[in-house]
């Protein structure tokens, strides 16, 4: 029996480097996709290799919706030359970044980038990306705390991921005859790279979020991705068109 194959966007640095890498601790062959840093994809599938699963790396632009059906053709041959099949098992929307702006200040080009990155580029993704799907996989879409509770300026990007949130709804209704579930994963606020590192660097910053948050630290990496990973097992086959924040606790 082969192994399932997961495709995670965004999967060469951050939270989607974590998720791959867990994924492939569950036993799941990863097709990660990178934006534009190639090197750091290779070092992520050099490290699910080590974990015994197999691995590639994609270029892909989340946000030019154009080159998706290029795209496609691009993973359907990997998928045949490295796998042996023309489908993948489950689907990580991960690919993306925050932009810190008072509403105020939000112009259309900045609402526009972050419409596409965040909701626009993963709905017509999944949507090209189904007839490739086999049935009784999976989607786990990732959203934000910042869609529960507000931060003033990261209005712009929240309101992008409560779009995110009501789509899995009805991705999990429409895709039910397939068997597809879908789920959203809502971090909070992790020490990564993002926003030039401020959670992870900034120790005023790290200190306050942490006051903020009922187990008393920010996240990891590793917090998010061994759930991700999680969801896309058969030990997660009755969770569906569920939201699932993953934040220790923050502003409960």
């Not at 919706?65 to 991960?94: A, E």
């Not at 007839?131 to 934000?144: A, C, F, L, R």
Request: net charge negative; aromatic share 6%.
């Amino acid at each position: 029996m082969s192994n399932k194959i997961a495709l995670v966007t965004g999967g060469s640095r951050g939270l989607g480097r974590d998720m791959a890498i867990n994924l492939a601790k569950k036993g799941i062959d990863v097709i990660i996709t990178y934006h534009s840093n190639q090197e750091a994809a290779n070092e992520v599938i050099t490290e699910i290799e080590a974990n015994g699963q197999k691995a590639i790396a994609l270029q892909l632009d989340v946000t030019q919706i154009s080159s998706f059906d290029t795209f496609i053709s691009s993973l359907k041959n990997s998928l045949k030359s490295s796998f042996g099949t023309d489908k993948i098992d489950y689907l990580v929307n991960n690919g993306g970044f925050i932009h810190f702006s008072p509403l105020k200040d939000v112009n259309e080009n900045l609402f526009d980038e972050l419409l596409n990155v965040h909701f626009k580029g993963p709905f017509f993704l999944t949507q090209k990306l189904l007839e490739n799907m086999n049935n009784g996989g999976g989607i786990v879409n990732v959203s934000t705390g910042l869609a529960r509770f507000s931060k003033p300026g990261f209005g712009t990007y929240a309101a992008m991921k409560g779009a995110v949130e009501t789509l899995t709804k009805y991705q999990a209704t429409e895709l039910g005859a397939k068997h597809i579930r879908v789920n959203v994963v809502a971090p909070g606020p992790i020490e990564t790279d993002v926003m030039g590192g401020v959670v992870r660097d900034n120790k005023d910053m790290n200190a306050h979020l942490a006051s903020e948050t009922a187990l008393g630290r920010v996240g990891l990496p590793d917090d998010i991705g061994s759930v991700v990973a999680f969801l896309c097992t058969d030990d997660a086959k009755w969770i569906n068109g569920q939201r699932i924040e993953i934040s220790g606790g923050m502003i409960l």
